[in-house]
């Protein structure tokens, strides 16, 4: 198995332009979460899902900030405009059912200038 | 879900035993004992968890004590690549996976040659 993908791993934008993250969680995993890590702040959870329905969304700074899960292989976090602030490592992870073992991506390091 | 507390920083001398200590003490019957560690850039790793009975595997020992208030992961022979930082998660549920994992502030363990 390839492990959780995501793409793209470096992104560098400017302010108000908005920026898709993209997951592939591992085949037949029914849990996806995204984190978000910056030195300040330390690994915040954002938002995660089970069977592609969002259960805990209470971690999403602000309405600029929504994830999709439209498919059981596919998710995608956009950020709508984009703020310098929102500059950090973003990390998918996914696990299956009866068990806490996260797997997690190699992350998204998104720079907003 | 219960509190847990580290050290913030350990040093180690390379292939020592690396000893690292999580306070847990309002830890109830049900919630299981996880560890992660996350290398500098890179997405946290699972290691290994437990719920009452000391665990072993290919990547460490986890010793936690008879009352579960506390616990201690032991990397034997510690190497450069072992430095990281490292999680103690407590949760409940099937296998502890109950909701979501939220990561504190951990261990920075550094390695010394």
């Known amino acids: 198995d390839a492990g959780v993908i995501q793409s793209p791993r470096h992104e560098v934008t400017e302010m108000g332009q908005e920026v898709t993250l993209r997951c592939k969680p591992i085949s037949g995993h029914d849990y996806l979460f995204w984190y978000r890590q910056t030195m300040m702040r330390g690994l915040e959870l954002l938002i995660y899902f089970n069977n592609n329905v969002p259960i805990d969304d209470s971690g999403m700074p602000e309405d600029r900030f929504s994830a999709k899960m439209p498919n059981a292989s596919f998710s995608t976090l956009k950020i709508q405009p984009s703020e310098p602030r929102d500059s950090a490592v973003y990390f998918c992870?996914?696990?299956?059912?009866?068990?806490?073992?996260?797997?997690f991506g190699e992350g998204s390091r998104l720079t907003v200038l | 879900d219960a509190k847990t507390t580290q050290p913030p920083s350990m040093d180690c001398a390379e292939g020592r035993a690396a000893n690292l200590p999580c306070n847990h003490s309002t830890i109830s019957g049900n919630e299981y004992v996880y560890w992660y560690r996350q290398i500098h850039s890179q997405g946290p790793q699972y290691i290994i968890h437990?719920?009452?009975n000391n665990e072993t595997n290919e990547m460490a020992s986890l010793i936690i004590t008879e009352d579960r208030k506390s616990s201690t992961l032991i990397l034997p022979h510690a190497t450069l690549r072992d430095t990281a930082v490292y999680y103690c998660i407590v949760r409940g549920g099937r296998g502890g996976s109950q909701g979501n994992l939220i990561f504190g502030k951990g261990t920075k363990l550094s390695v010394k040659p």
């Open positions: 437990g719920l009452k």
């Open positions: 992870a996914s696990r299956g059912q009866g068990t806490g073992e996260l797997f």
